[in-house]
């Protein structure tokens, strides 16, 4: 079976890439001129982008009045802003999942440097990068296609990915991270993501009580499961390509966390699955792009919608976007509140735990819009035979 590395890329080991026994490195100064791209990357007719495509019709959410009122969820008339909002996350999250959130509090600044470090770290030198490479199976370090690990259907990006842990417990912070992974000279790159990631989750769990009560659950119930999270972030960058029609910089594919936040920089490429065709989110710098991922699909036992989506890529301009994926404490069990339950509306998913979820989307199954179900299935099956 296809193992995955991260949400759709497929991995199969030990296979040359080359045409002539050497391997491919994904260089993008080279490779981003090139008009015969290597055929690795050229995807089947199936799944071949168009650039041209409408536009998603995706609410826009003012978080404003909900954030600088602290007592926004627990009064029993709930303002009419908040009303709002709760009923276009609904309508949205049962459509499709995805909306965006503005005047969400995150500063300018912040963001801005965290987009600057990102330039910063995939402007290293390919040796300096691979000093952190990601290893098979595993969710954090540097990945592009440059290794022999992957066969076909090559997405065209380089991606950063780190743990970042809200527990007050927790060993180790971002910065941690990359000094230990890097070195000591990355510790403003790590101070500027634990910054970012502490932002994220806090984010987050605003945005999970607003969920809880376009659910009808008690606001405090995700927010609560959501505490000292175990997520990951992670930075892409997908550099020109001049054959944009033929290849894919993120191919489709579900997000199996629970809530993804992304920071598109100016450049359109982000792509939803909605109604049978494919629909683009353009960048907005003020928004940040908010899905619902296949851990929250099993909690909400499947009234929100994990989306299929993917990014394209273009020949004039490089494209970024930070993706914080929140991601329940490793040994929470995933299991809707019970207000999502009664006698006509049965558990959709069994109980499972987000650790074991991520070792199956990354040793037995690529994340498509089927891997909650065959994970579901696969449990039910593993829990017959003991
Ligand atoms: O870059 C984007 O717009 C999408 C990224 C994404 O889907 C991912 O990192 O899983």
Redesign the pocket.
């Given at each position: 079976m296809a193992v995955i590395t991260?949400?759709?890329e497929e991995y199969k080991p030990n296979l040359d890439l080359g045409n002539h026994h050497t391997p491919l490195i994904f260089n993008p100064s080279v490779l981003n001129l090139q008009y015969n791209i290597p055929i690795q990357f050229i995807w089947p007719d199936e799944d071949k982008p168009s650039i041209d495509v409408p536009e998603l019709d995706v609410p826009l959410i003012d978080l404003g009045n909900f954030l600088s009122d602290i007592d926004s969820t627990s009064s029993s008339s709930l303002s009419s802003s908040v009303l709002e909002a709760t009923s276009l996350i609904s309508t949205a999250c049962n459509k499709h999942g995805f909306f965006l959130v503005v005047n969400h509090g995150v500063s300018e600044a912040l963001i801005s440097d965290a987009h600057d470090y990102m330039s910063r770290f995939f402007d290293l030198p390919l040796p300096e990068k691979q000093r952190v490479l990601r290893k098979p199976g595993e969710s954090c370090g540097y990945a592009s296609s440059f290794t022999s690990r992957f066969y076909t259907k090559l997405p065209w990006?380089e991606?950063f990915s780190f743990p970042f842990s809200d527990s007050k417990n927790r060993s180790k912070t971002v910065q941690d991270y990359f000094c230990d992974t890097l070195g000591h000279g990355f510790e403003p790159f790590g101070k500027v993501y634990q910054e970012y990631c502490e932002a994220m989750s806090s984010l987050s769990l605003k945005v999970m009580e607003l969920l809880g009560l376009s659910l009808g659950v008690r606001p405090d119930y995700f927010r609560d499961f959501f505490e000292e999270n175990d997520s990951i972030m992670?930075l892409?960058y997908?550099p020109p390509c001049q054959k944009p029609d033929l290849t894919l910089?993120?191919g489709p594919?579900c997000?199996p966390t629970s809530l993804?936040i992304?920071h598109?920089d100016h450049v359109n490429?982000?792509q939803v699955f909605v109604e049978n065709q494919w629909q683009s989110?353009p960048p907005n710098p003020k928004a940040f792009?908010v899905n619902i991922g296949d851990t929250f699909m099993a909690l909400s036992n499947k009234r929100y919608k994990s989306c299929l989506?993917?990014?394209v890529v273009n020949s004039e301009s490089e494209?970024?976007?930070l993706?914080f994926?929140l991601c329940p404490k490793k040994d929470r069990v995933v299991k809707p509140p019970r207000e999502l339950l009664d006698s006509i509306t049965p558990r959709r998913y069994p109980d499972f735990t987000w650790s074991v979820f991520l070792e199956f989307t990354q040793k037995h199954y690529r994340a498509d819009m089927n891997t909650l179900q065959a994970f579901s299935d696969w449990l039910t099956t593993n829990a017959s035979k003991t």
């Open positions: 991260s949400p759709g990006k991606t992670r892409n997908y910089g993120t594919h997000d993804t992304l598109q490429g982000l989110i792009v989506h993917r990014a494209r970024k976007s993706a994926f």
